[in-house]
């Protein structure tokens, strides 16, 4: 029964994401490349995580995906780009917009309060609103009592958590976290795992990259394996855990150094 | 001997006694700076962060050039500004020669490369660490150069004093462009190297002493204000 919720939930929201799609996406810096050819579709709602071995270039794949970077080959289609306009809406009443939590959480040099109350600034958020949105946010991240702290004096865990509330709050179309809680206590990973629940429920398409095993049994609709730039197995959670479908992504759950 | 120690009694009874004539110096020396350090900072920090945040041709070029103007010489931007403003200048007809005006002008123009050229450094610093942020928020270019400008503040305040610094002591451009008139444009510095040449030591003494004072006071507010900014981790 709740799952059926849920499912409504999400389909009324889900709606303004296409599926995105990547097609022989190739990404060479200073003459290396990276990213060998990546040809894959996320959809438009639900879970993805991404998976990988240290310098896979997890990362980077989460960079194209929002237009940091620009493939040097190939193509990135769908998902937010028919919008018209800047990508950058709050709330349900504007464009869609997709939102990166960093891998190393990126704070302003202002209180916590400051950093939440800049973004919504940026979104056009009336001024009267912010000050009980902010609120929302750092009760969100259970940093109610760290509102006036510098954000870079916050513990690293805290700043994750800080940057997740940051983002969520201006409610994006599609959240792509890059190891949202590499560095976190289980108290706070259960925290920011309910964030990214709570997002899902409300339609907003999930990506993220993570090295914790359980987490992606856990939390994944599907699963996506990077090694060496190159997806090597994109299936649902249930599949891949089955079958990784190579002996690379067999040897990084296992935690073993891959025989050549 | 007796001679030194008779002018610092001098002086010193000069400086306690409030001295008309002495601190009506000192206030157009700290008007005449003050106002060009607003000017420049006003100029400068926008150039700094333009230079920081646009990326067109020429652009290293700039950086280089002001860097290069940091070190102008203060005789050679009052002789550049003494031409433009003579009566046969271009701006000859504002009659602006010998006025506090033209030392201000001679001041801003000394130090805005400096400005400038420090600004850019503080923010370029900063943009390397928001720069994918501000993208992925997608903030316009405006947005990103005041957002910039107030993640440098504690680096730019002590920038404006380094400013304020060099102008408040040169000697050289106000010298040239405000003619050291008595109660006109007589200022600290041109006031001291008259009246060192003169053989009038208090009056010098007594501007030293102040002089001195003055630039301890901005060293102490850099020293802490970047104490406090590393505090809070603003640095
Ligand atoms: N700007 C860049 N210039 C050159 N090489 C880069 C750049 N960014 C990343 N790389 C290289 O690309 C590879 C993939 O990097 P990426 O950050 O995507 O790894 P990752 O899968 O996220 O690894 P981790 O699990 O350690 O975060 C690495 O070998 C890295 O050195
Ligand atoms: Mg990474």
């Known amino acids: 029964m709740l799952e059926q919720t849920n499912r409504t939930v999400k389909s009324t929201f889900a709606r303004r994401c296409k599926p995105l799609q990547f097609e022989d996406v190739v990404l060479e810096i200073n003459g290396i490349t990276l990213i060998h050819q990546i040809n894959c579709t996320l959809e438009a709602s639900g879970k993805t995580v991404v998976l990988g071995p240290n310098g896979a ?10 237009g940091l970077m620009e493939p040097t080959n190939g193509s990135i289609t769908g998902g937010l780009e028919e919008q018209e306009g800047a990508l950058t809406s709050y709330q349900d009443n504007g464009a869609p917009c997709m939102s990166l939590v960093f891998q190393n959480p990126i704070m302003l040099r202002r209180t ?33 009592t760290r ?22 709050i201006i409610n994006p179309h599609a959240l792509l976290l890059d190891e949202p809680t590499a560095s976190l206590d289980p108290l706070s990973t259960s925290i920011v795992e309910d964030m990214i629940e709570q997002a ?24 996506l394996f990077i090694h060496e730039g190159r997806v090597l197995a994109h299936k649902s959670k249930r599949d891949f855990f089955k079958d990784p479908g190579s002996k690379q992504a067999q040897a990084y759950l296992d935690g073993r150094v891959l025989e050549k | 001997m007796g001679d030194f120690a008779q002018a610092f009694q001098i002086a010193f009874n000069l400086l306690w006694s409030m001295d008309l004539e002495l601190y009506s110096i000192v206030y157009l020396s700290l008007k005449v700076s003050i106002s060009a350090v607003l000017i420049s900072c006003a100029i400068g920090f926008v150039i700094g962060a333009a230079l920081t945040v646009f990326r067109f041709p020429g652009r290293r070029f700039l950086l280089i050039l002001f860097n290069a103007l ?12 003494y031409m433009v403003l003579s009566r046969a200048g271009p701006l000859g007809v504002l009659g602006l020669l010998y006025t506090p005006t033209a030392m201000i002008v001679a001041q801003t123009v000394l130090i805005t490369p400096l400005v400038a050229a420090l600004s850019a ?7 390397l660490e928001y720069d994918e942020f501000f993208r992925s928020l997608q903030l316009s270019a405006r947005e990103k150069l005041m957002a910039l400008l107030w993640e440098g503040r504690f680096g730019l305040v002590t920038v404006g004093l380094a400013g304020f610094g060099r102008a408040i002591s040169e ?29 009038t030591l208090a009056l ?31 640095a």
């Open chain 1, 57 to 66: 270039g997890k990362s980077l794949f989460l960079r194209l995906m929002t």
């Open chain 1, 112 to 144: 916590a309060y400051e950093n939440i109350a800049f973004v919504l600034r940026h979104h056009r958020v009336p001024k009267l609103e912010i000050a009980g949105k902010v609120a929302a946010a750092l009760s969100i991240a259970r940093l109610e």
């Open chain 1, 147 to 168: 509102a006036q702290v510098p954000a870079r004096r916050l513990s690293g865990g805290e700043q994750q958590r800080l940057a997740l509330a940051r983002t969520l």
């Open chain 1, 200 to 223: 899902d429920g409300m339609g907003t398409k999930i990506v993220f990259v993570t090295h914790d095993i359980k987490q992606a049994k856990r939390m994944a609709d599907d699963i």
């Open chain 2, 70 to 81: 940091m070190g102008l010489p203060p005789v050679v931007v009052g002789l550049m500004v």
């Open chain 2, 121 to 127: 450094q503080v923010l370029q610093e900063l943009h």
């Open chain 2, 171 to 199: 000697v050289g451009a106000v010298m040239i462009v405000g003619g050291n008139i008595n109660h006109m444009t007589r200022i600290m510095t041109t006031a001291i190297a008259l009246e060192t040449s003169k053989g």
């Open chain 2, 204 to 234: 010098a003494l007594a501007l030293g002493i102040i002089l001195i004072v003055i630039s301890l006071l901005v060293n102490t507010s850099v020293a802490l204000i970047r104490a406090k900014a590393r505090e809070a981790i603003y």
